[in-house]
């Protein structure tokens, strides 16, 4: 029951709604020379004009104005700015989250980087080094580049 007479006002203020869009307003000028608008003329007015808005193009809520349009197009563009910075961020991040596992995963020794020694051991050589230092500088490159997305937000 509730349901229903909650739809049936729902009707009636749709309908009000679209009633009040095409009723006509008066527009009515006071002796002093000020303009008042309303549903019914001013008995004071010296000169009052009908006005019945147009409301085929625009609807109900009315056209936009350019400025309007304009001061959308400049929100867009800084939601459109926002995402991408914090698009370039996630993409830092996870740039330097498979950096720093694949330094990780690079720890052990691979298959000709270990050479015998003459007492019978083994050490490691000048290439696990350099592949070392690799991995290290492309950790390091990652964070940088984490930091400058992240400031250029």
Do not use: C, F
Request: charged share 25%.
């Amino acid at each position: 029951m509730a349901l229903r007479s909650t739809l049936l006002a729902g009707v009636a203020l749709a309908l009000l709604a679209i009633s009040a869009a095409a009723q006509t307003m008066y527009k009515s000028t006071l002796p002093d020379g000020r303009v008042v608008y309303g549903d019914k003329p001013d008995p004071a007015a010296v000169r009052v004009e009908p006005i019945t808005p147009d409301t085929s193009k625009g609807g109900i809520g009315g056209v936009t104005t350019p400025g309007e349009n304009q001061t959308l197009r400049q929100m867009q563009g800084a939601r459109e700015t926002r995402e991408g910075a914090e698009a370039r961020v996630q993409k830092a991040q996870k740039a330097l989250e498979a950096a720093e596992a694949a330094r990780t995963a690079g720890v052990e020794p691979l298959p000709g980087e270990r050479i015998g020694t003459a007492g019978g051991a083994s050490r490691l050589t000048e290439s696990y080094d350099a592949r070392q230092r690799q991995l290290e500088q492309a950790v390091e490159k990652a964070r940088r580049d984490l930091d400058a997305a992240r400031s250029a937000r």
